[in-house]
């Protein structure tokens, strides 16, 4: 990296936080980098691909956001990068790129500094303080990456299934949860409900669950949700389960609910409910999303 000046990686930097500062909600981190590349012009060497293949500006603008996470300013979460109140502060107040970058490394250090001195007596002394910066920010980022693909491909699987498969997908997580769907509705008008469950086999026992599967890109607004309120009753539990997630003003309605009560789940919460009952679920409904546990050794925090 020696090749990149502080300047310059300020510079990037900055350019990022105005294209992330436009998605307040997050944005993918690999249309965040198309973005950043096809908005600045690239050197030769940023341009140039390292040995196996990636390109060194990929690089280098990940290994510059590990210091802007430390710092507060950057939250990252399955590959979706956002910007936090902080990091839109020292954005604005920072203007001159190279003391942007000094803030956010010096700020990295304060974290570092900070983490068990155990593990720093611990670590080799013949190694310098910048290749165990590297080091850890390189383990950082191969985490990073694993993350993002194995939630990509998650993202892309469901996203690609048939909406009636993904109904079916809901139904099976009811039924590994100790819920009874006694109805699905097939293909054609539903009239607003996917399933409706119970509580006990012979559905005695309330609530009646009634729910909403909505397989779609775009997140789903208070007027849906609405819609979606209007067919569920005092005595009825409402599941809205939207794999593009939910709108601020969307998850506000739901909370402020005080006599219908109504549970929003968007993909990510679906999938940790879905590995959490991973082993009730029958063998046809894990073919329709089987998942495996990959150890992987975590960046210290």
Known sequence: MAEITRRRTGELLQKLFDILKQSPEGMPASTALQQLASSVQLSEYEAGNYAKGSRRFEKIVRFATVDCVKAGWLVKHKGTWALTEVGIEAHQRLTDPEAFFKEASRLYRVWKKGRDVAEEDAADPLATQDETE???????????????QSWGEIEAHVGTMDPYEVQSLVADLLKAMGYYPSWIAPPGKDGGVDIIAYADPLGSRPPRIK???????????????????????????GLCVCTGGFTRDALDFARM???????????????????????????????????????FLTPRT
Do not use: C, G
């Open 134 to 148: 590297d080091a850890d920010k390189s383990s950082a980022i191969t985490f990073e990456n694993a993350e993002e």
């Open 211 to 237: 729910v909403q599967v909505k397989r779609q890109k775009d997140r789903m607004n208070r007027e849906a949700v609405s819609a979606f309120l209007s067919h569920v009753n005092e005595d009825d539990a």
């Open 257 to 295: 609910q005080e006599r219908r009560k109504i549970t929003l789940i968007d993909l990510e919460k679906f999938v940790d409910l879905w590995i959490e009952f991973y082993p009730k679920l029958d063998e046809l409904a894990r073919d329709r999303l089987r998942l495996t546990p990959i150890y």
